[in-house]
């Protein structure tokens, strides 16, 4: 009868010895499970990088240089050949301590055999953290309406004016207005995650809408400057001189006009026609097309009854330079054949002192 009480003492004492083990064990895996709490799992990245093993200090610092340093890099908006610098700090804020928590969430939602699982063996507990981050919208529309009111215009035309018989062209500028709802989008765009985190650099280009002014530097056609007290005829093409000539304006008694007029005629080989005024009391009512005629063979009316700038026969040649006239413009009959294929009907003429 000694003998089963041996065995059955023998069993008791294995069993006590193995519940002990065990008991040892689990306290050991426990102790080990608690003092690597404080530890990101095996596995744990944040935009690619490895936080497996750092203490919380390690990955918050690892997190603000992967996500918080690129995604607070300031931005250049670009628009109408101006730049902006624009600093995400107050209009985009990174939750750290979220993407913390999320780091630690795997060892949190993890049984004690899985997490032992992963300091033992090396098993990984895997999760990719996203960054986490808000914009605020309502700032980036405060800053665009601010850069807006740099930008936005109405279009200006170009002038043209006469400066010492000369013309003075000032030049347009388009108008120019901001899309700001679509600036607040590419803004935010740029601001996120995926766009900070890939781009190497941070450009953004106002929407912008132009207005092309009705007046330009090309509208400005061919225009004629008549200065009389240097009796000389000036042809311009927008503010380009093209060709001067002289010419005899009126003499003190039958003056020149002077003011803005425009071409209305061009005659060639016209006759002459006695216009009844005393000084050509004594000449026939007409004279026909030819070398005797007063006016020559080529005449460029103006919109004042009788002027015009026109050619001479061989006996006034010496008249140019002069005042000598009766109101018209005398040029060299080769001077005035020129101009006249030059000029078409309806384009200015100033006539100055």
Known sequence: MKSPSIVSRVLVVLLATLLLLASASLAWGVVLDYQARGLVPKGVSVVGQDLSGMTETQARAAIDEAVSSPMLRTVTVAGDNTTWTLDPKGIVAIDTD??????????????????????????????????????????????????????????KDATRKIVKYKFEVTTSTPGATVNQADAVVRISETLSSDAALSAASRVVTLPIAYEIPKVVESSFKRAIIVSLSQCKIRLYDGANLVKTYPCAPGQAAYPTPTGDFEVVTKLANSPWYNPGSAWAAGMPASIPAGPSNPMGVRKIGINVSGIFMHGIPASEYSSIGTHASHGCMRMMPSDVADLFNRVTIGIPVYIRD
């Not at 055999?113 to 914009?135: C, F, H, M, T, W």
């Open 98 to 155: 979220s993407m913390i928590a999320a780091a630690y969430s795997p060892r949190r939602t993890a049984t004690l055999a899985a997490r032992l699982n992963s300091q033992l063996v090396g098993e990984p507990l895997p999760a990719d953290i996203k960054p986490i981050y808000s914009v605020d919208a309502n700032a980036i529309s405060t800053w665009v309406a601010q850069a807006a009111v740099q930008v936005n215009r109405k279009p």
